[in-house]
């Protein structure tokens, strides 16, 4: 979670109270073998947290898997979310006219795969997420690289991965979207090939509430790339009355 927003976290602590928060399988939280289906166990770690800390309702912001997680929330745990910022939400979209897997979930599922990582394959898939290339910088592919080759790490990872492949049907998220009431904004890389936009437009149809900010010259990591602009959407749209 510190890698993926660490650069948003001065603009949006300013008029919130922040919580990063690393997933099961992931960062410095417990790396458990997952037997059931791991959106839904992660919805629950996170409503377990919240318990934990006496929070009743929250905003829910997530990137990717972390979107996921936050569309599982609010359909399993409705009263306990407020309103979700999503960037490319994992399983949430049905891409209409984009090849199934996508260049970045290819690069994504192979990364572990024989001969296993190395730094080489982490650069390219970090170029896969992101339009930019001058933010691929050797800082960035050494920390994520670092984060994903520890060995908790990698094995929480391959958990996670391979009980979403193995349970397909159960991560496709999409399916019940039209069943989120939360008032939601969709944001989207107009580049990303990770998640390809097309998907967006089938989210933005199912979900009752939500509305859809593309990011031009972006790619799946909107909050990233787009910082100041991201921050702004997102603290306007989760302050409004």
């Known amino acids: 979670s510190w890698?993926?927003?660490?650069?948003?976290?001065?603009?949006?602590?300013?008029?919130?109270?922040?919580l990063l928060v690393d997933q099961p399988g992931y960062g410095g939280s417990d790396k458990p073998e997952v037997?059931?289906?791991?959106?839904?166990?992660?919805?629950?770690?996170?409503?377990?947290?919240?318990?934990?800390?006496?929070?009743?309702?929250?905003?829910?912001?997530?990137?990717?898997?972390?979107?996921?997680?936050?569309?599982?929330?609010a359909y399993d745990h409705p009263d306990r979310a407020d309103r979700?910022?999503?960037?490319?939400?994992?399983?949430?979209?049905?891409?209409?006219f984009s090849p199934e897997p996508s260049e970045g979930m290819k690069l994504l599922m192979g990364f572990y795969g024989p001969p296993g990582p190395s730094r080489e394959k982490m650069e390219a898939f970090i170029r896969i997420m992101l339009f930019d290339q001058s933010l691929v910088t050797d800082e960035l592919v050494d920390e994520r690289y670092r984060a994903a080759t520890e060995p908790e790490a990698m094995q929480g990872?391959?958990?996670?991965?391979?009980?979403?492949?193995?349970?397909?049907?159960e991560a496709e998220l999409w399916r019940?979207?039209?069943?989120?009431?939360?008032?939601?904004?969709?944001?989207?890389?107009?580049?990303?090939?990770?998640?390809?936009?097309?998907?967006?437009?089938f989210a933005l149809k199912?979900?009752?509430?939500?509305?859809?900010?593309?990011?031009?010259r972006c790619g799946h990591w909107a909050?990233?790339?787009?910082?100041?602009?991201?921050?702004?959407?997102?603290?306007?749209?989760?302050?409004?009355?």
């Open 84 to 96: 979700l910022v999503l960037m490319g939400p994992g399983g949430g979209a049905l891409s209409l």
């Open 206 to 216: 199912r979900m009752p509430d939500a509305r859809l900010h593309i990011f031009p």
């Open 35 to 73: 037997t059931e289906p791991f959106w839904t166990y992660s919805a629950r770690a996170i409503r377990n947290m919240l318990d934990e800390l006496g929070i009743e309702k929250a905003h829910l912001v997530g990137n990717s898997l972390g979107g996921g997680t936050a569309l599982k929330f």
């Open 223 to 241: 909050q990233l790339e787009h910082v100041d602009e991201f921050n702004w959407l997102a603290v306007n749209f989760l302050s409004q009355p």
């Open 3 to 18: 890698s993926n927003f660490k650069q948003n976290l001065p603009g949006l602590s300013e008029h919130f109270r922040v």
């Open 176 to 201: 019940f979207l039209d069943k989120i009431p939360h008032r939601t904004l969709l944001t989207w890389g107009r580049d990303d090939r990770v998640l390809p936009l097309d998907g967006a437009f």
């Open 157 to 169: 990872a391959m958990n996670v991965l391979g009980g979403i492949a193995s349970r397909a049907e």
